[in-house]
């Protein structure tokens, strides 16, 4: 069984950057899909980014060209960094694979 542990969230101003992990346990992600959705207050799970198990990666338009998803073989763990944050990034952020980690926050405000 894999065990996903998000971390890196918390309270950002506008503009400022947050690089947010996913430690993975229980199974090695080095190449394996991994993604990182987000959910914001009375809103669905969006996907923000994959990373596939050939490295190839994906982004949701609301985060393109302002995101890179990462992998650390060596610590089993996927980072997601997003710059330029906006009010309408606050959300909590969970990981995936096979199973959901139990995400972190992420609030951007001034």
């Known amino acids: 069984q894999v ?3 998000e971390s890196g969230g918390g ?3 506008p503009g400022g950057s947050l690089r947010l992990s996913c430690a993975a346990s229980g199974r090695a992600v080095s190449s394996e899909n991994v993604q990182w959705y987000r959910q914001a207050p009375g ?3 969006e996907l923000v ?3 596939g ?3 190839t990666t994906l ?3 609301s985060v ?3 995101s890179t998803i990462s992998r650390d073989n060596a610590t089993n763990t996927v980072h997601l960094q997003i710059n330029n944050l906006k009010p309408e990034d606050t959300a ?3 990981c995936n694979h096979m199973y959901w980690g139990q995400g972190t926050q992420v609030t951007v405000s001034s």
Do not use: E, T
């Open 11 to 13: 309270l950002v101003q």
């Open 59 to 61: 982004y949701g338009d």
């Open 64 to 66: 393109k060209g302002r």
């Open 92 to 94: 909590i952020y969970y």
């Open 43 to 45: 809103k669905g799970r």
């Open 49 to 51: 980014a994959v990373i």
């Open 53 to 55: 198990h050939l490295g």
């Open 3 to 5: 065990q996903l542990v």
